[in-house]
């Protein structure tokens, strides 16, 4: 029987004698061990955002002397506060990864001056030096995987319209909207990017609904920025639409209209913060990366894709690899006509302007508000 | 297909589009709430039911290969769930809303703990009939893929108008609902009439939800109900009891489910939360309406516990 598979609180409805044998034999190999505490907002197999992060934990769990506690479906409210005591008091553990954006103000930050010697990584890029040292907010720059997707996008749409389905109006996903839009209009200036809000993370009719919709506008290459991108994919694949994934790689689910995707690399990067911590070393408190850092990747590239999409994106692939690449570089025009990045600004990836972004490209139909 | 976009078009179409697609689970649910309460009993844990459909639809079909044995095994476990409700409130003094409450969390919780494995893999889906062979836009050969399911929900409707009115089992389900001491008198088990309205019940709504995970969104994952099966009880208040109300409801819902994308695949970007939203306030408008201290709500079978 597999115990990391069985969740926390299983463990605990779990029979004691149970309990106590794997506790036991837990103990037995490693004298020394650290407990690392990981959170979903969903369900950790949900072939998006949630499964990244268990993939990450996944790769924690391989190292040795390290045991993994998780806990999903918890909401992002005062629920995230009393899972993260019950992980330090129950379980002991001394590093906690509360993996959903809106966990981090007020609930992580109060958690992390409550338990001042035990450290928190929280998921979403929202550290600012007022708050505790021992907390830190990572993040990918997974823009630079949906430029890629972009570009493969703009080169594999016949009709150069392109639909984005995405759940909120929110920096993160604004700045995924517009990077995708910006690669394709690199592989066809003429592309556009059709959006559609559902509202929220993860309303699968709504998702269907919207897929059908953009389809039905003449749209054929769909990615989308939603906790579970299954729904997109299966649906538009169905309808014979082509589709760039997102959080995971999703071409097992459309073999066929699967172009490539961006992907999150968490089992690259949460093997190296345990290490880090286990070894004493800080992590900086404000962590970010790219492509370079290896924080996010780019799906491997579906065999519709033409020679000179992937001759193409590769490029730029490269360039990002090198660190020689920006993808905000002015004159950006809005799709209102207003100049949001001037001409001979770059905002590099590190710019905190662009984690205020509130407006869509110019190519991009939609609104934000 | 440059040329294939249709403009504007694409909103009543995708309303249209949406009817279909969308209305089916409401329409389960609620024909099958409607012969529930029609017997004198609610059963608001049809929304478990649904999940719970939805999810052993998705699990049979992707075991076996076959999408209606999938539908078949969502049926059985709603007539299960409804045996269930059913069973606990034949005992005295039991609140049959109390234990509604209670089946949708154990059903939900139920479906989303067994379902973890079934996330991942792909099952086989029920089959599209195609309606639009005549027509050269694919935007309406696409509305016009039409599942068997939804055709025999829209043929159970007035099935049901004229079983109630004209059958001995309709009249029975009706007595059990209005007077139940009328259906003792006449020699009948009230408790076994509602025993077998609320099985038929929860297995119209099982079949609902096998429409969700094989057909439309056609997936299983956690979020695919939303709130369906809660909406879908509520609808048999607005359509009075009536299955043809029923029908037509189901319909109106399913096309505010679509309105939301389709103002915004056409640019139309003002106000999308509140378009998003359709369905819940037309719910909420439905409520306030058909509520009212003074009166108690036409066409109501009398034994309700909330009319009673």
Same mark, same amino acid.
Not at chain 1, 14 to 23: H, I, K, N, V
Not at chain 1, 310 to 318: F, L, T, Y
Not at chain 2, 40 to 45: A, E
Not at chain 2, 243 to 252: K, R, Y
């Given at each position: 029987?597999?115990?990391?598979?069985?969740?926390?609180? /299983?463990?605990?409805?779990?029979?004691? +004698?149970?309990?106590?044998?794997?506790?036991? #034999?837990?103990?037995?190999?490693?004298?020394?061990? !650290?407990?690392?505490?990981?959170?979903? *907002?969903?369900?950790?197999?949900?072939?998006? =955002?949630?499964?990244?992060?268990?993939?990450?934990?996944?790769?924690?769990?391989?190292?040795?002397?390290?045991? *993994?506690?998780?806990?999903?479906?918890?909401?992002?409210?005062?629920?995230?506060?009393?899972?993260?005591?019950?992980?330090?008091?129950?379980?002991?553990?001394?590093?906690?990864?509360?993996?959903?954006?809106?966990?981090?103000?007020?609930?992580?930050?109060?958690?992390?001056?409550?338990?001042?010697?035990?450290?928190?990584? /929280? @998921?979403?890029?929202?550290?600012?030096?007022?708050?505790?040292?021992?907390?830190?907010?990572?993040?990918? =720059?997974?823009?630079?995987?949906?430029?890629?997707?972009?570009?493969?996008?703009? =080169?594999s749409t016949k009709s150069?319209k392109l639909g984005?389905v995405?759940?909120?109006?929110?920096?993160?996903?604004?700045?995924?909207?517009?990077?995708?839009?910006?690669?394709?209009?690199?592989?066809?200036?003429?592309?556009?990017?059709q959006?559609i809000?559902t509202?929220?993370?993860?309303m699968p009719v709504k998702e269907a609904e919207a897929t059908n919709s953009l389809i039905d506008q003449g749209i054929d290459v769909l990615t989308c920025?939603?906790?579970?991108p299954k729904t997109m994919v299966e649906n538009a694949a169905r309808r014979g639409a082509m589709v @760039?994934?997102?959080?995971?790689?999703q071409s097992p689910l459309a073999p066929k209209a699967y172009l490539?995707?961006?992907?999150?690399?968490?089992?690259?990067? =949460?093997?190296?913060?345990?290490?880090?911590? !286990?070894?004493?070393?800080?992590?900086?408190?404000?962590?970010?990366?790219?492509?370079?850092?290896?924080?996010?990747? *780019?799906?491997?590239?579906g065999e519709m894709?033409?020679?000179?999409?992937?001759?193409?994106?590769?490029?730029?692939?490269?360039?990002?690899?090198?660190?020689?690449?920006?993808?905000?570089?002015?004159?950006?025009?809005?799709?209102? #006509?207003?100049? *949001?990045?001037?001409?001979?600004?770059?905002?590099?990836?590190?710019?905190?302007?662009?984690?205020?972004?509130?407006?869509?490209?110019?190519?991009?139909?939609?609104?934000? +508000? | 297909m440059a040329d294939a976009s249709i403009g504007l078009w694409t909103v009543p179409l995708a309303v249209f589009g949406g009817a279909i697609r969308v209305s089916t689970p409401f329409l389960f649910v609620s024909l099958?709430?409607?012969?529930?309460?029609?017997?004198?009993?609610?059963?608001?844990?049809?929304?478990?039911?649904l999940?719970?459909g939805a999810?052993?639809a998705y699990g049979i079909s992707y075991?076996s290969g076959s999408p209606w044995l999938g539908v078949l095994a969502a049926g059985? &476990?709603?007539?299960?769930?409804?045996?269930?409700?059913?069973?606990?409130?034949?005992?005295?003094?039991?609140?049959?809303?109390?234990?509604?409450?209670?089946?949708?969390?154990?059903?939900?919780?139920?479906?989303?703990?067994?379902?973890?494995?079934?996330?991942?893999p792909t099952a086989a889906r029920l089959p599209a009939i195609d309606f639009g062979w005549w027509s050269d836009v694919p935007q309406l050969r696409a509305a016009l893929r039409i599942n068997v399911l939804f055709l025999i929900g829209v043929a159970i409707a007035p099935l049901l108008? $004229?079983?109630?009115?004209?059958?001995? $089992?309709?009249?029975?389900?009706? &007595?059990?609902?209005?007077?139940?001491?009328?259906?003792?008198?006449?020699?009948?088990?009230?408790?076994?009439?509602?025993?077998?309205?609320?099985?038929?019940?929860?297995?119209l709504a099982g079949i609902g939800g096998s429409f969700l995970s094989l057909f439309y969104p056609g997936s299983w994952n956690?979020?695919l109900s939303?709130?369906q099966?809660?909406?879908a009880?509520?609808?048999?208040?607005?359509?009075? $009891?009536?299955p043809m109300?029923c029908l037509w409801t189901s319909l109106a819902f399913g096309g505010a489910a679509a309105l939301g994308p389709a103002l915004q695949s056409v640019?139309?970007?003002?106000?999308?939360?509140?378009?998003?939203?359709?369905p819940?306030?037309? &719910?909420?408008?439905?409520?306030?309406?058909?509520?009212?201290?003074?009166?108690?709500? &036409?066409?109501?079978?009398?034994?309700?516990?909330?009319?009673?």
């Amino acid at each position: 029987m597999d115990f990391g598979r069985i969740s926390r609180r /299983h463990l605990l409805q779990g029979s004691a +004698a149970l309990a106590l044998s794997s506790t036991f #034999g837990i103990r037995g190999a490693a004298a020394a061990e !650290t407990t690392v505490g990981f959170i979903y *907002v969903g369900s950790r197999d949900d072939y998006g =955002y949630n499964q990244a992060h268990a993939q990450g934990a996944a790769a924690v769990k391989k190292l040795p002397g390290i045991k *993994v506690v998780e806990e999903e479906k918890v909401p992002e409210t005062d629920a995230v506060e009393k899972t993260i005591e019950s992980m330090i008091n129950l379980d002991g553990a001394t590093l906690l990864f509360p993996t959903s954006f809106g966990y981090y103000n007020p609930h992580v930050v109060k958690m992390a001056s409550k338990f001042p010697k035990l450290h928190f990584e /929280h @998921c979403g890029g929202l550290w600012t030096d007022k708050d505790p040292k021992n907390a830190g907010s990572y993040f990918g =720059y997974i823009d630079e995987a949906q430029y890629i997707s972009g570009i493969v996008a703009g =080169y594999s749409t016949k009709s150069g319209k392109l639909g984005f389905v995405a759940a909120k109006p929110i920096p993160q996903v604004l700045r995924n909207i517009n990077a995708f839009t910006l690669g394709a209009k690199l592989a066809n200036p003429k592309a556009t990017t059709q959006v559609i809000f559902t509202g929220d993370w993860s309303m699968p009719v709504k998702e269907a609904e919207a897929t059908n919709s953009l389809i039905d506008q003449g749209i054929d290459v769909l990615t989308c920025h939603v906790d579970g991108p299954k729904t997109m994919v299966e649906n538009a694949a169905r309808r014979g639409a082509m589709v @760039c994934g997102y959080h995971v790689n999703q071409s097992p689910l459309a073999p066929k209209a699967y172009l490539t995707g961006a992907e999150w690399n968490w089992e690259a990067l =949460y093997p190296k913060f345990v290490k880090m911590i !286990t070894a004493g070393e800080a992590i900086p408190n404000f962590y970010r990366g790219g492509l370079k850092e290896e924080i996010v990747k *780019v799906s491997p590239y579906g065999e519709m894709v033409s020679a000179e999409a992937r001759k193409h994106a590769d490029e730029v692939k490269a360039k990002f690899m090198a660190d020689g690449y920006t993808i905000f570089k002015g004159p950006i025009v809005d799709n209102k #006509g207003k100049t *949001v990045i001037a001409g001979g600004t770059d905002r590099g990836q590190q710019d905190p302007e662009l984690e205020r972004m509130d407006y869509l490209v110019d190519g991009v139909i939609g609104a934000t +508000a | 297909m440059a040329d294939a976009s249709i403009g504007l078009w694409t909103v009543p179409l995708a309303v249209f589009g949406g009817a279909i697609r969308v209305s089916t689970p409401f329409l389960f649910v609620s024909l099958g709430e409607c012969i529930t309460e029609r017997s004198g009993r609610i059963n608001l844990g049809l929304e478990g039911t649904l999940v719970m459909g939805a999810m052993s639809a998705y699990g049979i079909s992707y075991l076996s290969g076959s999408p209606w044995l999938g539908v078949l095994a969502a049926g059985v &476990t709603g007539a299960m769930f409804g045996a269930l409700h059913a069973g606990i409130c034949s005992l005295p003094r039991v609140n049959d809303i109390a234990v509604g409450i209670a089946l949708m969390l154990l059903g939900t919780g139920l479906a989303f703990f067994l379902g973890k494995p079934l996330i991942e893999p792909t099952a086989a889906r029920l089959p599209a009939i195609d309606f639009g062979w005549w027509s050269d836009v694919p935007q309406l050969r696409a509305a016009l893929r039409i599942n068997v399911l939804f055709l025999i929900g829209v043929a159970i409707a007035p099935l049901l108008y $004229w079983a109630f009115r004209t059958t001995r $089992w309709g009249l029975l389900i009706r &007595t059990a609902g209005e007077s139940a001491d009328a259906a003792r008198a006449m020699g009948h088990s009230v408790l076994l009439i509602r025993l077998r309205a609320t099985m038929v019940g929860g297995f119209l709504a099982g079949i609902g939800g096998s429409f969700l995970s094989l057909f439309y969104p056609g997936s299983w994952n956690e979020g695919l109900s939303s709130g369906q099966g809660i909406t879908a009880v509520a609808l048999v208040i607005f359509a009075r $009891w009536d299955p043809m109300l029923c029908l037509w409801t189901s319909l109106a819902f399913g096309g505010a489910a679509a309105l939301g994308p389709a103002l915004q695949s056409v640019g139309i970007t003002s106000g999308y939360h509140l378009f998003n939203a359709a369905p819940y306030i037309l &719910t909420l408008a439905i409520m306030i309406i058909t509520c009212s201290p003074k009166r108690t709500v &036409t066409g109501a079978p009398a034994e309700l516990s909330i009319t009673r």
